[in-house]
T-cell receptor, first 112, second 116 residues
Framework: DGGITQSPKYLFRKEGQNVTLSCEQN?????MYWYRQDPGQGLRLIYY???????QKGDIAEGYSVSREKKESFPLTVTSAQKNPTAFYLC???????????FGAGTRLSVL | AQSVAQPEDQVNVAEGNPLTVKCTYS??????LFWYVQYPNRGLQFLLK??????LVKGSYGFEAEFNKSQTSFHLKKPSALVSDSALYFC??????????????FGQGTTLQVKP
C-alpha cells in the first residue's frame, strides 16, 4: 500500500449526510481511481482522473462526486443520494491510465 | 466490450501442492492482463502483468501466469503453495488498442485457501 494513503480507515454515515473519503499519493502519478468493493462483486469503478483538473464517471458514479484540484489528491464524496453506501472503498493510482495500478489500504464505510 | 471472468469463487489446495487460479478474458484487440492479490481488509497488491512477448510471465512471491491467446486465458500458477498465499486474487484486463482511456476491467475475484 506504500505511496497511497486513504483516510479514515473506518467511517460511519448518518442518513442524509454527505461524507468525504480522502486519498493522497506521493508517487507523482497522473491517473487516479476510486473503486467500490462489495462481497462477491469484485471491484466497480466509480470515478477516475487521467490528469489534474479532469475526471470522468466510471460505471457506478451516481450518488458520488470527486474533485482533482491537486495531482496528489483525489477525494471522494459519498452524497445522500447514494442510498446503499455501505462498502469497502479503494483508491488507486497509476503513472498513466491503463498502466499498473497501486492501491491504498481502503476505507470501510458503514451507515448508522 | 471488454470483460474478464474468473470461473471459480474458491480454490482449495494443500500446502506444497501446485496451484492454479483461472482467468479468461474478452477484448476486441490485443490484451494487457494483470493479476492482483488482496489480503483481508487491505488494498490490492500487483503480482504480475502481460503486455507482449513471452507467454509465461513471472511475478512476485513465486507466482507466474501463462498467456494463451487461442483460449483467451491468463491463468495464475505457483509450483508449491504456501499457507500465506491464502487470499483473494483478481484478474484484470484492458484492450491495448482501445481508443478509450484504457481502464482496467476486474474479474469477480477468486478466494485461494491453502491448507497446512
Amino acid at each position: 500500500d506504500g505511496g497511497i494513503t486513504q483516510s479514515p480507515k473506518y467511517l460511519f454515515r448518518k442518513e442524509g449526510q454527505n461524507v468525504t473519503l480522502s486519498c493522497e499519493q506521493n508517487l507523482n502519478h497522473d491517473a487516479m481511481y476510486w473503486y467500490r468493493q462489495d462481497p462477491g462483486q469484485g471491484l466497480r469503478l466509480i470515478y477516475y482522473s487521467q490528469i489534474v483538473n479532469d475526471f470522468q464517471k466510471g460505471d457506478i458514479a451516481e450518488g458520488y462526486s470527486v474533485s482533482r484540484e491537486k495531482k496528489e489528491s483525489f477525494p471522494l464524496t459519498v452524497t445522500s443520494a447514494q442510498k446503499n453506501p455501505t462498502a469497502f472503498y479503494l483508491c488507486a493510482s497509476s503513472i498513466v491510465t491503463g498502466d499498473i495500478q497501486y492501491f491504498g489500504a481502503g476505507t470501510r464505510l458503514s451507515v448508522l | 466490450a471488454q470483460s474478464v471472468a474468473q470461473p471459480e469463487d474458491q480454490v482449495n489446495v494443500a500446502e506444497g501442492n501446485p496451484l492454479t487460479v483461472k482467468c479468461t478474458y474478452s477484448v476486441s484487440g490485443n490484451p494487457y492482463l494483470f493479476w492482483y492479490v488482496q489480503y483481508p481488509n487491505r488494498g490490492l497488491q500487483f503480482l504480475l502483468k502481460y503486455i507482449t512477448g513471452d507467454n509465461l510471465v513471472k511475478g512476485s512471491y513465486g507466482f507466474e501466469a501463462e498467456f494463451n491467446k487461442s483460449q483467451t486465458s491468463f491463468h495464475l500458477k505457483k509450483p508449491s503453495a504456501l499457507v500465506s498465499d491464502s487470499a483473494l486474487y483478481f484478474c484484470a484486463v484492458r484492450d491495448a488498442g482501445s481508443s478509450n482511456t484504457g481502464k482496467l476491467i476486474f474479474g469477480q475475484g477468486t478466494t485461494l485457501q491453502v491448507k497446512p
